[in-house]
């Protein structure tokens, strides 16, 4: 092949390929109140029974108590009794995805309830809001993920979640893309100047818009070191120092959140487990909700908490839950929810009847967000339009 060819063509699908995230704006509905929204994954398929829908009293409830809440009739799993405070806010919905494979179930929970496609990789709720809330004269990213979320597939990389941990460290990471971006950018305008370019400039503007996010000041934004030490020991440390550096992106103007804590697979050992866990997330969770109330901003806050699958309501042999499906139990939390639960699973947990679907609670999610859920991507990859949500109604209740 012509060197020139080569050159013209390798540029022209990079540009295709960085410009897919530069869409039209989010078509966002009037008097839009949601600003920011966290998505708390807990990874590995979480107990519904050791978190939103205990069974005290039922051989298939184990050793777990009930705790009682705002909402009568409504309990919580006794490792997440301080989140009772807050479960005026807080509506449980239960769900059926069918899908009891962790990989396959992230896949699906993550981007809103799109089954996985071989040819088509669907952008992770995340990206989805923070697509439809970007602010492009940001120097801040608009999706962040603190333990792997799900990128932002045909969305483009402009979209992808900016990977940050409690505190990063000025590398110069962006530098050297940037440098083979414009020696790339003189070889392509030398030999073929066509329409491709605009988004190709686009793409060393986005990148530019990271190099001052990675070397500048707006990278205090991500430095949880400048809180006080009351604050940091009010939060405590890992999915605290998470839910902290949360907040504190959410303050700075980011819309979107992604926030990871792994452990919730206990096929063995599921109670002490879950106790531990269910401690951080109330720490963790309380303390950013407490905050959010006290800067006035929770009414402007959504936070969905959940994973890939639910657990067994029969206990195994070793003290744990296996997968289950049948019941994938999520909290919707923020300051416009009215607490509620959502569907019913019976004394023994076995069966969910009158609860939603995953595509329904994305559907709802958006709505609230200021998203219409049934509008559609200008997707530039593939020159085809793409459903923001898989479903077409929203959760059969009133969430507020």
Avoid at 12 to 18: E, N
Avoid at 120 to 125: A, I, R, Y
Avoid at 260 to 272: A, E, I, K, S, V
Wanted: with cysteine; charged share 20%; proline share 6%.
């Amino acid at each position: 092949m012509h060197r020139r060819n080569f050159i013209g063509g390798s540029a022209a699908s990079l540009a295709m390929m960085l410009g897919a995230g530069r869409l039209r704006a989010g078509e966002l509905t009037d008097g839009r109140k949601i600003k920011h929204f966290l998505f708390v994954n807990l990874q590995g398929g979480p107990s519904q029974m050791e978190t939103w829908d205990p069974k005290p009293g039922h051989a298939n409830g184990g050793p777990t108590k009930g705790v009682k809440t705002k909402v009568p009739g409504m309990l919580f799993a006794e490792g997440l009794a301080p989140m009772a405070e807050f479960s005026d806010n807080i509506a449980v919905i239960r769900t059926v995805s069918r899908i009891g494979e962790h990989e396959l179930g992230q896949y699906f929970v993550s981007t809103g309830g799109f089954a996985p496609n071989p040819v088509l990789q669907h952008p992770g709720l995340c990206s989805t809001v923070g697509w439809g809330l970007n602010n492009p004269d940001s120097d801040l990213p608009p999706v962040v993920s603190i333990g792997n979320g799900r990128s932002a597939g045909f969305l483009g990389n402009a979209f992808d979640p900016y990977a940050a941990g409690e505190k990063l460290e000025v590398d110069g990471k962006w530098r050297q893309p940037l440098e083979q971006a414009d020696q790339m950018r003189d070889e392509y305008y030398a030999v073929s100047p066509i329409s491709a370019a605009n988004d190709f400039q686009e793409e060393v503007k986005h990148q530019s818009r990271a190099s001052r996010l990675t070397l500048g000041i707006s990278n205090k934004a991500f430095d949880t070191s400048l809180e006080s030490a009351k604050t940091r020991e009010m939060y405590g440390a890992g999915f605290g120092g998470s839910c902290l550096l949360a907040r504190r992106l959410f303050m700075a103007g980011i819309p979107s959140v992604h926030v990871g804590l792994g452990g919730w697979d206990t096929h063995q050992n599921n109670f002490d487990a879950t106790t531990r866990l269910g401690g951080s997330v109330s720490k963790g969770l309380g303390a950013l909700i407490s905050e959010l109330k006290a800067m006035e901003i929770f009414d402007q806050t959504l936070i969905l908490v959940g994973g890939e699958m639910g657990r067994s309501p029969k206990i195994n042999g070793t003290e744990g839950r296996d997968h289950f499906p049948g019941n994938n139990t999520f909290a919707l939390i923020g300051g416009s929810i009215k607490g509620q639960s959502v569907g019913n699973s019976g004394a023994d947990g076995m069966t969910v009847s009158n609860g939603a679907t995953m595509p329904q609670l994305s559907y709802s999610i958006l709505d609230l967000m200021g998203l219409k859920p049934l509008g559609f991507f200008n997707d530039s990859v593939s020159g085809r339009p793409q459903r923001y949500c898989p479903g077409e109604n929203p959760v059969p209740a009133k969430l507020t």
